[in-house]
């Protein structure tokens, strides 16, 4: 009975690059959340997506991040071009349909590092 | 103005102790109220949830809301050395229960 799972767990990458984050969400759940940590910062909402769909944005950078949650696969959050402020910790989260909406559980992170 | 505070600590406190963590708010619009644990390194999980003024209690740890003065707090009985993480309180407005709002934690060390 697999949690949600994220990979890479850590994750270097060079001013410029492009960073690929993917999650899998607990079997059975169909909403996919992500977040991201900043240092001495909390949890930042970024994006709600269904299958397909990207449902709430409002948290999303406006250039160089996008987010997709395809009919197959895993979640994909994709960095453009990262700067050294991308440095964090992103976390996904999922729930399921007819859950409590704010039952989410967290996958355990990817440590993104810019240098 | 933040739209959640929580006082970062870092708080320390004996074995057997009981603990209070808390958190205020802006908006009276919020409509659930949650609390989550991070160990060092994971991923925040899921201890309790609460959308109404008042007490709830899960064994050790008990929620509360006051809606009126828009502060919720968290207290853990009997504190061990296992509690010993940052504890997140988080809000959902309402109309976009999806979305939570975190506050910056607080971290707790029980000391054995």
């Known amino acids: 009975n697999a949690g949600v799972m994220q990979n890479p767990r850590h994750l270097v990458r060079r001013r410029g690059q492009e960073a690929r984050l993917r999650c899998s969400p607990m079997k059975g759940h169909s909403h996919v959340y992500w977040y991201r940590q900043l240092p001495e910062e909390g949890l930042k909402f970024m994006v709600y997506l269904q299958k397909e769909n990207i449902i709430d944005e409002s948290g999303m950078p406006k250039e160089r991040f996008s987010a997709e949650f395809p009919k197959e696969g895993p979640s994909i959050l994709r960095i453009q071009q990262v700067v050294r402020g991308d440095s964090a910790a992103y976390f996904c989260a999922s729930s399921g349909l007819g859950q409590i909406p704010y039952e989410q559980y967290f996958g355990p992170g990817t440590r993104l590092t810019v240098t | 103005q933040k739209e959640v505070e929580q006082d970062p600590g870092p708080l320390s406190v004996p074995e057997g102790a009981i603990v209070s963590l808390n958190c205020t708010y802006s908006n009276s619009a919020f409509q659930y109220f949650m609390w989550y644990r991070q160990y060092s390194r994971k991923g925040p999980e899921l201890l309790m949830y609460?959308?109404?003024?008042g007490n709830k209690e899960d064994g050790r740890f008990t929620a509360q809301v006051d809606k009126s003065s828009k502060y919720i707090s968290l207290f853990i009985r009997d504190s061990q050395p296992s509690d010993s993480a940052t504890y997140l309180c988080a809000i959902t407005p309402r109309g976009a229960t999806n979305k939570l709002i975190f506050g910056t934690g607080t971290l707790l060390a029980v000391q054995p």
């Open positions: 609460t959308y109404s003024s």
